[in-house]
Protein backbone atom coordinates (compact mmCIF):
# COMPACT_ATOMS: atom_id res chain seq x y z
CA UNK A 1 0.00 0.00 0.00
CA UNK A 2 1.57 3.49 -0.92
CA UNK A 3 1.86 6.09 1.90
CA UNK A 4 -0.94 8.42 2.58
CA UNK A 5 -0.58 12.14 1.45
CA UNK A 6 0.27 14.72 4.36
CA UNK A 7 -3.61 16.00 4.12
CA UNK A 8 -4.74 12.19 4.68
CA UNK A 9 -2.38 11.83 7.26
CA UNK A 10 -3.39 14.83 9.37
CA UNK A 11 -7.31 13.90 8.63
CA UNK A 12 -6.32 9.92 10.03
CA UNK A 13 -4.52 11.11 13.19
CA UNK A 14 -7.54 13.65 14.08
CA UNK A 15 -10.08 10.94 13.36
CA UNK A 16 -8.32 8.36 15.99
CA UNK A 17 -8.00 11.09 18.45
CA UNK A 18 -11.68 11.08 18.37
CA UNK A 19 -12.27 14.42 16.17
CA UNK A 20 -15.76 13.87 14.43
CA UNK A 21 -16.42 17.72 13.23
CA UNK A 22 -14.28 20.34 11.96
CA UNK A 23 -15.62 24.02 11.68
CA UNK A 24 -14.54 26.31 9.37
CA UNK A 25 -14.71 28.29 5.84
CA UNK A 26 -13.04 27.34 2.80
CA UNK A 27 -10.45 28.53 -0.05
CA UNK A 28 -8.40 26.84 -2.86
CA UNK A 29 -5.84 25.76 -0.44
CA UNK A 30 -7.50 23.62 2.11
CA UNK A 31 -9.64 21.62 -0.17
CA UNK A 32 -7.35 18.33 -0.63
CA UNK A 33 -7.26 18.35 3.07
CA UNK A 34 -11.41 19.39 3.33
CA UNK A 35 -11.50 16.47 0.98
CA UNK A 36 -9.35 13.82 3.04
CA UNK A 37 -11.25 14.84 6.20
CA UNK A 38 -14.40 13.85 4.67
CA UNK A 39 -13.07 10.40 3.28
CA UNK A 40 -11.92 10.08 7.28
CA UNK A 41 -15.65 10.36 8.34
CA UNK A 42 -14.89 14.09 9.76
CA UNK A 43 -17.96 16.25 9.21
CA UNK A 44 -16.89 19.74 7.85
CA UNK A 45 -19.07 22.41 9.40
CA UNK A 46 -19.34 25.42 6.81
CA UNK A 47 -20.16 27.94 8.50
CA UNK A 48 -20.43 32.37 7.17
CA UNK A 49 -17.25 33.80 9.04
CA UNK A 50 -14.02 31.81 10.26
CA UNK A 51 -14.18 34.12 13.77
CA UNK A 52 -17.55 32.39 14.12
CA UNK A 53 -16.02 29.21 12.98
CA UNK A 54 -13.41 29.41 15.81
CA UNK A 55 -15.86 30.21 18.56
CA UNK A 56 -17.75 27.38 17.76
CA UNK A 57 -15.18 24.85 17.68
CA UNK A 58 -13.94 26.05 20.71
CA UNK A 59 -17.20 25.56 22.47
CA UNK A 60 -17.93 22.08 20.37
CA UNK A 61 -14.82 20.77 21.67
CA UNK A 62 -14.53 22.12 25.56
CA UNK A 63 -18.29 20.54 26.05
CA UNK A 64 -16.70 17.33 24.42
CA UNK A 65 -13.34 17.14 26.31
CA UNK A 66 -11.43 17.21 23.06
CA UNK A 67 -10.38 20.30 20.89
CA UNK A 68 -12.48 21.91 18.99
CA UNK A 69 -10.61 21.75 15.76
CA UNK A 70 -11.06 25.12 12.75
CA UNK A 71 -9.71 24.94 9.48
CA UNK A 72 -9.45 27.83 7.35
CA UNK A 73 -7.84 28.95 4.12
CA UNK A 74 -4.47 31.08 4.50
CA UNK A 75 -4.05 34.82 4.13
CA UNK A 76 -7.52 36.44 4.73
CA UNK A 77 -9.19 33.47 6.08
CA UNK A 78 -6.05 32.41 8.56
CA UNK A 79 -6.34 36.33 9.60
CA UNK A 80 -10.01 36.05 10.22
CA UNK A 81 -8.92 33.63 13.27
CA UNK A 82 -7.47 36.42 15.37
CA UNK A 83 -10.70 36.82 17.98
CA UNK A 84 -11.29 33.06 17.92
CA UNK A 85 -7.72 32.31 19.21
CA UNK A 86 -7.76 35.04 21.50
CA UNK A 87 -11.00 33.98 22.91
CA UNK A 88 -9.06 30.63 23.16
CA UNK A 89 -6.63 31.70 25.01
CA UNK A 90 -8.02 34.27 27.66
CA UNK A 91 -10.95 31.92 27.92
CA UNK A 92 -9.02 28.96 28.15
CA UNK A 93 -11.05 26.78 25.58
CA UNK A 94 -9.64 24.48 23.44
CA UNK A 95 -8.49 25.01 20.05
CA UNK A 96 -6.87 23.83 17.47
CA UNK A 97 -6.72 26.00 14.25
CA UNK A 98 -5.28 24.69 11.16
CA UNK A 99 -4.99 27.13 8.21
CA UNK A 100 -3.18 26.77 4.71
CA UNK A 101 -0.23 28.90 4.46
CA UNK A 102 1.79 29.39 0.95
CA UNK A 103 4.78 27.03 0.25
CA UNK A 104 8.08 27.74 1.88
CA UNK A 105 10.05 28.21 -1.21
CA UNK A 106 7.75 30.34 -2.86
CA UNK A 107 9.62 32.97 -4.49
CA UNK A 108 9.81 36.33 -2.25
CA UNK A 109 8.67 37.96 -4.93
CA UNK A 110 5.41 35.91 -4.48
CA UNK A 111 3.36 38.58 -1.69
CA UNK A 112 0.30 37.71 -2.94
CA UNK A 113 -1.90 36.92 0.39
CA UNK A 114 1.70 36.43 2.29
CA UNK A 115 1.09 37.08 6.30
CA UNK A 116 3.39 35.71 8.75
CA UNK A 117 0.84 34.04 10.38
CA UNK A 118 3.25 31.83 12.88
CA UNK A 119 4.78 34.77 13.98
CA UNK A 120 1.09 36.36 13.87
CA UNK A 121 -0.17 34.18 16.58
CA UNK A 122 2.22 33.33 18.83
CA UNK A 123 1.94 35.40 21.87
CA UNK A 124 -1.61 33.99 21.84
CA UNK A 125 -1.40 30.15 20.92
CA UNK A 126 0.83 27.56 23.51
CA UNK A 127 1.46 25.97 20.55
CA UNK A 128 2.44 26.68 16.64
CA UNK A 129 4.26 24.96 13.82
CA UNK A 130 4.30 24.80 10.34
CA UNK A 131 2.88 20.94 9.20
CA UNK A 132 5.14 19.18 6.97
CA UNK A 133 5.46 15.33 5.55
CA UNK A 134 8.24 14.76 8.08
CA UNK A 135 6.81 15.71 11.02
CA UNK A 136 2.92 15.41 11.14
CA UNK A 137 3.18 12.41 13.01
CA UNK A 138 5.09 14.70 15.82
CA UNK A 139 3.72 18.56 15.86
CA UNK A 140 -0.09 17.29 15.25
CA UNK A 141 -0.45 14.90 18.42
CA UNK A 142 1.30 17.78 20.17
CA UNK A 143 -1.13 20.88 18.94
CA UNK A 144 -3.58 18.36 20.46
CA UNK A 145 -2.05 17.59 23.82
CA UNK A 146 -1.32 21.51 24.24
CA UNK A 147 -4.56 22.54 23.91
CA UNK A 148 -5.94 19.82 26.67
CA UNK A 149 -2.86 21.04 29.26
CA UNK A 150 -4.77 23.08 31.66
CA UNK A 151 -5.32 26.17 31.46
CA UNK A 152 -7.09 24.40 28.39
CA UNK A 153 -6.53 27.03 25.19
CA UNK A 154 -5.20 27.20 21.34
CA UNK A 155 -2.41 25.87 18.95
CA UNK A 156 -2.00 27.08 15.17
CA UNK A 157 -0.65 25.15 12.72
CA UNK A 158 -0.01 25.99 9.04
CA UNK A 159 0.00 23.31 5.83
CA UNK A 160 0.58 24.64 2.22
CA UNK A 161 -1.26 23.24 -0.28
CA UNK A 162 1.81 21.90 -1.76
CA UNK A 163 2.88 20.10 1.40
CA UNK A 164 -0.48 18.68 1.74
CA UNK A 165 0.55 16.15 -1.07
CA UNK A 166 4.02 15.14 -0.14
CA UNK A 167 3.82 11.76 0.93
CA UNK A 168 4.50 11.16 4.60
CA UNK A 169 5.96 7.72 6.35
CA UNK A 170 5.84 6.14 9.59
CA UNK A 171 2.39 4.94 11.00
CA UNK A 172 -0.17 7.28 12.46
CA UNK A 173 -0.07 6.95 16.15
CA UNK A 174 -3.48 7.52 17.98
CA UNK A 175 -2.53 10.85 19.67
CA UNK A 176 -3.21 11.25 23.57
CA UNK A 177 -5.94 14.32 24.05
CA UNK A 178 -6.97 13.61 27.69
CA UNK A 179 -6.54 16.89 29.60
CA UNK A 180 -3.72 16.98 31.61
CA UNK A 181 -2.94 18.68 34.89
CA UNK A 182 -0.06 20.20 35.72
CA UNK A 183 1.92 18.29 38.72
CA UNK A 184 1.31 18.70 41.93
CA UNK A 185 3.08 21.55 44.03
CA UNK A 186 1.93 20.98 47.49
CA UNK A 187 1.06 17.45 48.94
CA UNK A 188 -3.15 17.46 49.27
CA UNK A 189 -2.89 16.04 52.73
CA UNK A 190 -0.91 19.38 53.88
CA UNK A 191 -3.19 21.81 51.49
CA UNK A 192 -6.52 20.39 53.50
CA UNK A 193 -4.70 20.92 57.14
CA UNK A 194 -3.89 24.56 55.87
CA UNK A 195 -7.29 25.45 54.43
CA UNK A 196 -8.93 23.40 57.85
CA UNK A 197 -6.62 25.76 59.84
CA UNK A 198 -7.73 28.77 57.83
CA UNK A 199 -11.38 28.33 58.64
CA UNK A 200 -11.34 27.82 62.10
CA UNK A 201 -10.40 30.94 62.42
CA UNK A 202 -12.73 32.72 59.98
CA UNK A 203 -15.79 33.78 61.27
CA UNK A 204 -16.48 35.39 56.95
CA UNK A 205 -15.34 33.06 55.21
CA UNK A 206 -16.19 32.64 51.01
CA UNK A 207 -15.40 30.27 48.24
CA UNK A 208 -14.82 31.77 45.51
CA UNK A 209 -14.97 29.40 42.42
CA UNK A 210 -13.23 30.01 38.90
CA UNK A 211 -11.97 28.88 35.55
CA UNK A 212 -9.54 26.71 37.46
CA UNK A 213 -11.71 24.24 38.29
CA UNK A 214 -12.81 20.90 36.37
CA UNK A 215 -16.61 20.55 35.81
CA UNK A 216 -16.11 17.13 36.73
CA UNK A 217 -15.12 18.02 40.09
CA UNK A 218 -18.93 19.93 40.65
CA UNK A 219 -20.41 16.82 42.51
CA UNK A 220 -17.06 16.52 45.20
CA UNK A 221 -17.51 20.69 45.70
CA UNK A 222 -21.24 20.41 46.00
CA UNK A 223 -20.22 18.03 48.68
CA UNK A 224 -18.25 19.65 50.13
CA UNK A 225 -19.69 22.94 50.30
CA UNK A 226 -23.30 21.82 51.21
CA UNK A 227 -22.04 19.99 54.16
CA UNK A 228 -20.11 22.48 55.54
CA UNK A 229 -22.63 25.44 54.91
CA UNK A 230 -19.96 27.15 53.47
CA UNK A 231 -20.60 30.27 51.46
CA UNK A 232 -19.54 30.58 47.95
CA UNK A 233 -19.52 33.07 44.79
CA UNK A 234 -18.72 31.81 41.34
CA UNK A 235 -17.27 33.29 37.84
CA UNK A 236 -19.52 33.72 34.74
CA UNK A 237 -17.60 30.72 33.60
CA UNK A 238 -18.17 28.40 35.64
CA UNK A 239 -21.93 29.54 35.91
CA UNK A 240 -23.23 25.93 37.51
CA UNK A 241 -20.65 24.71 38.98
CA UNK A 242 -22.85 24.96 42.15
CA UNK A 243 -26.45 25.10 42.42
CA UNK A 244 -27.14 28.76 42.29
CA UNK A 245 -30.80 28.72 44.02
CA UNK A 246 -28.85 26.84 46.94
CA UNK A 247 -28.70 28.97 50.55
CA UNK A 248 -24.94 29.39 50.71
CA UNK A 249 -24.78 30.67 46.97
CA UNK A 250 -24.31 34.55 47.95
CA UNK A 251 -23.89 35.70 44.12
CA UNK A 252 -21.45 35.64 40.59
CA UNK A 253 -18.17 37.79 40.92
CA UNK A 254 -16.37 39.42 38.00
CA UNK A 255 -17.69 42.52 36.54
CA UNK A 256 -20.86 40.97 36.23
CA UNK A 257 -24.49 43.36 37.42
CA UNK A 258 -24.60 43.75 41.12
CA UNK A 259 -20.19 43.96 40.81
CA UNK A 260 -19.92 46.60 43.56
CA UNK A 261 -22.02 44.76 45.39
CA UNK A 262 -20.08 41.77 45.11
CA UNK A 263 -17.22 43.38 45.79
CA UNK A 264 -18.47 45.22 48.88
CA UNK A 265 -19.37 41.29 50.25
CA UNK A 266 -15.69 40.15 48.78
CA UNK A 267 -14.12 43.02 50.95
CA UNK A 268 -16.28 42.52 53.90
CA UNK A 269 -14.95 38.50 54.15
CA UNK A 270 -12.10 37.72 56.73
CA UNK A 271 -11.05 34.47 54.46
CA UNK A 272 -11.47 33.82 50.77
CA UNK A 273 -10.69 30.64 49.75
CA UNK A 274 -9.85 30.99 45.30
CA UNK A 275 -10.44 27.51 44.52
CA UNK A 276 -9.53 27.15 41.02
CA UNK A 277 -10.20 30.99 40.52
CA UNK A 278 -9.18 32.93 37.77
CA UNK A 279 -8.89 36.57 37.58
CA UNK A 280 -8.78 36.42 33.84
CA UNK A 281 -12.44 36.72 34.19
CA UNK A 282 -12.31 39.73 36.79
CA UNK A 283 -12.24 44.02 35.27
CA UNK A 284 -11.71 45.41 38.74
CA UNK A 285 -7.97 44.98 40.92
CA UNK A 286 -10.00 43.66 43.98
CA UNK A 287 -7.83 40.19 43.80
CA UNK A 288 -4.72 41.91 43.80
CA UNK A 289 -5.05 43.95 47.06
CA UNK A 290 -7.44 41.95 49.04
CA UNK A 291 -5.25 38.34 50.57
CA UNK A 292 -6.49 34.89 48.74
CA UNK A 293 -5.80 31.72 49.83
CA UNK A 294 -5.09 30.21 46.48
CA UNK A 295 -5.98 26.66 45.94
CA UNK A 296 -5.13 25.82 41.98
CA UNK A 297 -4.81 22.69 40.28
CA UNK A 298 -2.93 24.21 37.16
CA UNK A 299 -1.57 28.19 36.88
CA UNK A 300 -4.38 30.47 35.61
CA UNK A 301 -4.36 32.08 32.18
CA UNK A 302 -1.51 33.27 30.69
CA UNK A 303 0.72 30.74 32.77
CA UNK A 304 0.22 32.70 35.72
CA UNK A 305 1.04 31.59 39.61
CA UNK A 306 -0.65 33.79 42.07
CA UNK A 307 1.87 34.32 44.69
CA UNK A 308 1.95 31.60 47.78
CA UNK A 309 -0.94 29.37 45.57
CA UNK A 310 -1.22 25.67 46.54
CA UNK A 311 -0.79 23.47 43.55
CA UNK A 312 -2.99 20.37 44.91
CA UNK A 313 -5.51 17.58 42.78
CA UNK A 314 -8.68 19.33 43.32
CA UNK A 315 -10.56 16.13 43.13
CA UNK A 316 -8.41 14.51 45.75
CA UNK A 317 -8.36 17.88 47.70
CA UNK A 318 -12.57 17.90 47.82
CA UNK A 319 -12.12 13.95 48.43
CA UNK A 320 -10.23 14.58 51.57
CA UNK A 321 -11.72 17.85 52.93
CA UNK A 322 -15.00 16.23 52.05
CA UNK A 323 -14.84 13.66 54.80
CA UNK A 324 -13.87 15.60 57.29
CA UNK A 325 -16.15 17.75 60.06
CA UNK A 326 -16.47 21.49 59.15
CA UNK A 327 -14.03 23.20 61.84
CA UNK A 328 -16.62 25.95 62.70
CA UNK A 329 -20.25 27.10 61.82
CA UNK A 330 -20.62 29.96 59.96
CA UNK A 331 -24.23 30.84 59.98
CA UNK A 332 -25.25 33.07 56.71
CA UNK A 333 -22.77 35.89 57.11
CA UNK A 334 -23.49 37.40 53.64
CA UNK A 335 -27.77 36.92 54.50
CA UNK A 336 -27.57 40.99 53.64
CA UNK A 337 -25.82 40.37 50.58
CA UNK A 338 -28.10 37.74 49.22
CA UNK A 339 -31.15 40.10 50.40
CA UNK A 340 -29.78 43.44 48.12
CA UNK A 341 -28.87 40.97 45.00
CA UNK A 342 -32.25 39.26 45.13
CA UNK A 343 -34.22 42.80 45.59
CA UNK A 344 -32.70 44.15 42.51
CA UNK A 345 -33.76 41.65 40.17
CA UNK A 346 -37.58 43.03 40.82
CA UNK A 347 -37.07 46.91 41.28
CA UNK A 348 -38.60 47.71 37.95
CA UNK A 349 -41.44 46.89 35.24
CA UNK A 350 -42.11 46.04 32.01
CA UNK A 351 -44.08 48.84 30.24
CA UNK A 352 -45.80 48.64 26.91
CA UNK A 353 -42.50 49.00 25.18
CA UNK A 354 -39.74 47.46 26.98
CA UNK A 355 -39.80 44.43 29.07
CA UNK A 356 -37.93 45.08 32.43
CA UNK A 357 -34.41 42.93 32.12
CA UNK A 358 -36.07 40.81 35.57
CA UNK A 359 -39.07 39.57 33.71
CA UNK A 360 -36.79 38.63 31.04
CA UNK A 361 -34.98 36.41 33.16
CA UNK A 362 -37.95 35.23 34.75
CA UNK A 363 -40.00 34.37 32.08
CA UNK A 364 -37.19 32.66 30.58
CA UNK A 365 -36.24 30.53 33.60
CA UNK A 366 -39.92 29.67 33.66
CA UNK A 367 -40.22 27.83 30.78
CA UNK A 368 -36.56 26.58 29.88
CA UNK A 369 -35.39 23.31 31.98
CA UNK A 370 -32.43 23.35 34.36
CA UNK A 371 -29.93 21.47 31.62
CA UNK A 372 -30.18 23.91 29.06
CA UNK A 373 -27.40 25.87 27.99
CA UNK A 374 -27.39 29.69 27.52
CA UNK A 375 -25.01 31.53 26.02
CA UNK A 376 -24.70 35.46 25.99
CA UNK A 377 -22.61 38.11 23.73
CA UNK A 378 -21.14 40.46 25.53
CA UNK A 379 -22.54 44.20 26.66
CA UNK A 380 -25.25 45.14 29.12
CA UNK A 381 -27.40 41.51 28.89
CA UNK A 382 -24.07 39.34 29.21
CA UNK A 383 -24.26 41.46 32.68
CA UNK A 384 -27.79 40.51 34.05
CA UNK A 385 -27.56 37.06 32.61
CA UNK A 386 -23.88 36.31 34.03
CA UNK A 387 -25.52 37.40 37.80
CA UNK A 388 -28.94 36.70 37.22
CA UNK A 389 -29.77 33.31 35.40
CA UNK A 390 -29.87 30.98 38.07
CA UNK A 391 -27.74 28.26 36.87
CA UNK A 392 -28.06 24.90 38.33
CA UNK A 393 -25.84 22.45 36.56
CA UNK A 394 -22.47 22.66 35.46
CA UNK A 395 -21.20 23.16 31.98
CA UNK A 396 -24.66 25.14 31.21
CA UNK A 397 -23.51 28.30 30.94
CA UNK A 398 -21.24 29.87 28.16
CA UNK A 399 -19.58 33.55 28.07
CA UNK A 400 -16.34 35.39 26.90
CA UNK A 401 -15.27 36.50 29.69
CA UNK A 402 -11.53 36.53 29.72
CA UNK A 403 -11.54 38.67 26.28
CA UNK A 404 -15.04 39.71 26.23
CA UNK A 405 -15.57 39.66 22.97
CA UNK A 406 -18.52 40.65 20.96
CA UNK A 407 -19.67 38.48 18.45
CA UNK A 408 -19.80 35.11 21.07
CA UNK A 409 -22.67 34.28 22.07
CA UNK A 410 -24.24 32.92 18.05
CA UNK A 411 -21.41 30.80 17.13
CA UNK A 412 -21.09 29.48 21.04
CA UNK A 413 -24.57 28.31 20.36
CA UNK A 414 -23.91 26.33 17.38
CA UNK A 415 -20.84 24.80 19.07
CA UNK A 416 -22.90 24.04 21.91
CA UNK A 417 -26.35 22.47 20.33
CA UNK A 418 -23.60 20.63 17.82
CA UNK A 419 -22.08 18.78 21.24
CA UNK A 420 -25.28 18.70 22.62
CA UNK A 421 -27.88 17.99 20.46
CA UNK A 422 -30.41 16.65 22.98
CA UNK A 423 -30.66 19.97 25.03
CA UNK A 424 -32.36 23.39 24.83
CA UNK A 425 -29.96 25.84 23.94
CA UNK A 426 -30.41 29.83 24.02
CA UNK A 427 -28.59 32.51 23.18
CA UNK A 428 -28.81 35.80 24.77
CA UNK A 429 -27.45 38.84 22.95
CA UNK A 430 -27.22 42.49 22.16
CA UNK A 431 -28.56 44.24 19.06
CA UNK A 432 -25.20 45.20 18.54
CA UNK A 433 -23.50 41.36 18.78
CA UNK A 434 -26.62 40.00 17.05
CA UNK A 435 -25.65 42.42 14.09
CA UNK A 436 -22.18 41.06 13.61
CA UNK A 437 -23.39 37.51 13.02
CA UNK A 438 -26.46 36.84 12.47
CA UNK A 439 -25.98 35.49 9.25
CA UNK A 440 -24.86 32.43 11.37
CA UNK A 441 -28.44 31.31 11.87
CA UNK A 442 -28.60 30.46 8.50
CA UNK A 443 -25.88 27.72 9.08
CA UNK A 444 -27.93 26.60 12.10
CA UNK A 445 -30.17 26.15 10.22
CA UNK A 446 -28.81 24.03 7.41
CA UNK A 447 -26.73 22.40 9.77
CA UNK A 448 -29.89 21.03 12.34
CA UNK A 449 -28.75 22.78 15.16
CA UNK A 450 -31.96 24.84 16.43
CA UNK A 451 -31.97 26.88 19.41
CA UNK A 452 -33.30 29.92 21.28
CA UNK A 453 -31.86 33.40 20.40
CA UNK A 454 -33.19 36.46 22.09
CA UNK A 455 -32.36 39.18 21.06
CA UNK A 456 -32.20 42.22 23.73
CA UNK A 457 -33.12 45.21 21.73
CA UNK A 458 -32.16 49.09 22.40
CA UNK A 459 -30.79 50.35 19.15
CA UNK A 460 -27.46 51.10 21.20
CA UNK A 461 -23.68 49.41 22.01
CA UNK A 462 -26.01 50.02 25.91
CA UNK A 463 -23.22 49.28 27.93
CA UNK A 464 -20.48 51.52 26.26
CA UNK A 465 -23.66 54.33 26.17
CA UNK A 466 -23.70 54.05 29.97
CA UNK A 467 -20.18 54.05 30.46
CA UNK A 468 -19.91 57.32 28.48
CA UNK A 469 -22.75 58.39 30.74
CA UNK A 470 -21.07 57.75 33.96
CA UNK A 471 -17.67 59.28 32.56
CA UNK A 472 -19.85 62.32 31.82
CA UNK A 473 -19.22 62.40 28.32
CA UNK A 474 -21.40 63.57 25.87
CA UNK A 475 -23.33 60.59 24.59
CA UNK A 476 -22.06 60.07 21.16
CA UNK A 477 -22.08 57.51 18.07
CA UNK A 478 -23.19 54.36 20.19
CA UNK A 479 -27.08 54.85 19.40
CA UNK A 480 -27.74 53.14 15.57
CA UNK A 481 -30.59 52.38 13.35
CA UNK A 482 -32.57 48.90 14.63
CA UNK A 483 -32.17 46.34 11.58
CA UNK A 484 -34.60 44.49 12.42
CA UNK A 485 -33.61 41.23 13.32
CA UNK A 486 -36.92 39.51 13.01
CA UNK A 487 -36.47 40.40 8.95
CA UNK A 488 -32.88 39.08 9.58
CA UNK A 489 -34.37 35.58 11.33
CA UNK A 490 -36.66 35.23 8.27
CA UNK A 491 -34.25 35.66 5.62
CA UNK A 492 -32.15 32.53 6.87
CA UNK A 493 -35.18 30.73 7.23
CA UNK A 494 -36.27 30.75 10.68
CA UNK A 495 -39.21 31.77 12.70
CA UNK A 496 -39.18 34.94 14.72
CA UNK A 497 -41.12 38.03 16.47
CA UNK A 498 -40.98 40.81 18.11
CA UNK A 499 -42.81 40.81 21.79
CA UNK A 500 -42.42 43.44 24.71
CA UNK A 501 -44.74 41.29 26.28
CA UNK A 502 -43.31 38.83 29.52
CA UNK A 503 -46.13 35.97 28.79
CA UNK A 504 -46.07 36.07 25.18
CA UNK A 505 -41.96 35.55 25.59
CA UNK A 506 -42.88 32.85 27.49
CA UNK A 507 -45.33 30.92 25.38
CA UNK A 508 -43.22 31.02 22.39
CA UNK A 509 -40.03 30.15 23.59
CA UNK A 510 -42.03 27.19 25.08
CA UNK A 511 -44.04 26.29 22.01
CA UNK A 512 -40.26 26.51 20.17
CA UNK A 513 -39.09 23.74 22.39
CA UNK A 514 -41.96 21.46 22.20
CA UNK A 515 -41.67 21.75 18.42
CA UNK A 516 -37.73 21.78 18.53
CA UNK A 517 -37.25 24.55 16.04
CA UNK A 518 -35.27 27.28 16.14
CA UNK A 519 -36.81 30.78 17.43
CA UNK A 520 -35.47 34.36 17.53
CA UNK A 521 -37.61 36.76 19.64
CA UNK A 522 -36.43 39.89 19.37
CA UNK A 523 -37.39 41.93 23.15
CA UNK A 524 -37.35 45.82 23.21
CA UNK A 525 -35.57 46.84 26.53
CA UNK A 526 -34.50 50.39 27.62
CA UNK A 527 -30.82 50.80 28.16
CA UNK A 528 -31.96 52.85 31.23
CA UNK A 529 -33.16 50.21 33.43
CA UNK A 530 -29.89 48.42 33.85
CA UNK A 531 -28.95 51.35 35.53
CA UNK A 532 -30.66 49.54 38.49
CA UNK A 533 -29.02 45.99 37.94
CA UNK A 534 -25.39 47.16 37.70
C1 LIG B 1 -15.40 42.68 19.41
C2 LIG B 1 -15.70 43.74 20.42
N1 LIG B 1 -15.83 45.02 20.01
C3 LIG B 1 -16.12 45.99 20.92
C4 LIG B 1 -16.27 45.68 22.24
C5 LIG B 1 -16.60 46.77 23.26
N2 LIG B 1 -17.99 46.59 23.72
C6 LIG B 1 -18.26 45.94 24.86
S1 LIG B 1 -19.88 45.85 25.17
C7 LIG B 1 -20.26 46.70 23.78
C8 LIG B 1 -21.70 47.00 23.45
C9 LIG B 1 -22.47 45.81 23.02
O1 LIG B 1 -23.70 46.24 22.49
P1 LIG B 1 -24.89 45.23 22.27
O2 LIG B 1 -24.43 44.01 21.60
O3 LIG B 1 -26.03 45.92 21.65
O4 LIG B 1 -25.25 44.80 23.77
P2 LIG B 1 -25.81 45.73 24.95
O5 LIG B 1 -24.65 46.37 25.65
O6 LIG B 1 -26.71 46.76 24.34
O7 LIG B 1 -26.54 44.77 25.83
C10 LIG B 1 -19.12 47.05 23.08
C11 LIG B 1 -19.11 47.82 21.82
C12 LIG B 1 -16.09 44.33 22.61
N3 LIG B 1 -16.18 43.93 23.88
N4 LIG B 1 -15.84 43.38 21.68
Known sequence: MSSPNTAATVAQILARAGIDRVFGLPGGEILVLMDELRRAGIDFVLMRHESNAGIAAAVYGKLRRQPGVVLTTLGPGAANLMLALSNSYLDAEPLLAISAQLPDDWPASHTHQRVPLLEAYA??????????????????????????KRPYGPAY?????????????????????????????????????????????????????????????????????????????????????????????????????????????LRSADLRIGFGFDPVE????????LPIRWVLESPNV??????????????????IIGEQMPPAKWGKPFAQFQQRRETMLHDGESTAETMWPGDLIKELTSVMPPETIVTTD???????????????????????NGLSGMSYGLPAAIGAKCARPNVPVLAAV????????????????????????????????????????????????????????????????????RTARPEELAASVSGALERNTALVVAVPVNYNDYRRLF
Open 378 to 400: VGSHKYLFGQFWPSQLPETFWMS
Open 282 to 289: VDKTWHAE
Open 430 to 497: GDGGFSMNSQELETAKRIGAPFITVVLEDRSYSLIKLSQENKNLERYRTDFERIDAVKVAEACGVESL
Open 302 to 319: DNIIPEGAMLTDHAEFLD
Open 157 to 265: LTLSAREALEFTQGETVQAQVAHSNTAKGTSTRQSVADVIEDLRKAVRPIVLVGLGIDARNASRLRNWLDRWNLPVAVTPKVKGIVDERAANFVGVIGGMAADDLMVEG
Open 123 to 148: PVTKFRSKITAENVHEVLPRALTECM
